[in-house]
């Protein structure tokens, strides 16, 4: 089965489980959690991704991490992951959760590019703009990019707004070789 595919099947199977006891918010809660621990903890996911450590070893330490921090059906739920030898796709499965979540609740995510981190009030700012034009949740997701010299790019909704140095650079280059 492709991974893709695999991911966001047990990512629904959570988030159906989750609708169906109404704990949507907290399961969310519960897979961010998870999420941020995969993406910035290379040592966990080296462990989960090694053949040679035990299902039963994989599902202790998910244990251990989680346990007293997660609701009730997302450690029953990392179980089974661990007991399917699925662990390996953890971290796309919370990512797909994510997604799913974000579409049921109609949140949209708006990619923010910028050359140093951005100030809150400008990322309130950029909220607020994108929510008013798109009638729509918009949540802010920043990338630095050293390269862009200042300004920002917006990727929203397929669509992307150019306010970068290096943007306007070009520009005046092109401007000045006609």
């Known amino acids: 089965m492709d991974e893709l595919k695999l991911q966001k099947r047990y ?3 959570l988030f159906d489980l989750a ?3 109404n704990i949507i918010k907290e399961i969310f809660s519960d897979v961010e959690l998870i ?10 996911c080296v462990i989960l991704k090694n053949p040679t450590i035990k299902p039963l070893k994989k599902r202790e330490i998910l244990f251990a991490l989680f346990n007293d921090k997660c609701n009730a059906l997302t450690m029953k739920f990392l179980s089974l992951i661990a007991s399917k030898h699925r662990e390996i796709y953890l971290q796309g499965i919370c990512s797909s959760f994510v997604e799913i979540y974000n579409k049921h609740n109609g949140i949209k995510i708006a990619k923010l590019f910028v050359a140093q981190k951005a100030s809150e009030e400008i990322k309130q700012a950029i909220k607020q703009r994108l929510e008013a034009d798109f009638s729509c949740k918009v949540q802010i997701e920043e ?3 050293r390269s862009l010299i200042g300004g920002f790019i917006i990727e929203f909704d397929d669509k992307q707004y150019d306010a970068s140095f290096v943007r306007k650079l070009n520009d005046l280059k092109r401007e000045i070789t006609k």
């Not at 621990?37 to 290379?42: E, L």
Request: some cysteine.
């Open 143 to 145: 990338h630095e990019d």
């Open 19 to 21: 609708k169906q006891e």
């Open 35 to 44: 999420y941020d621990v995969c993406k910035h903890n290379r040592e966990f």
């Open 11 to 13: 990512a629904q199977s």
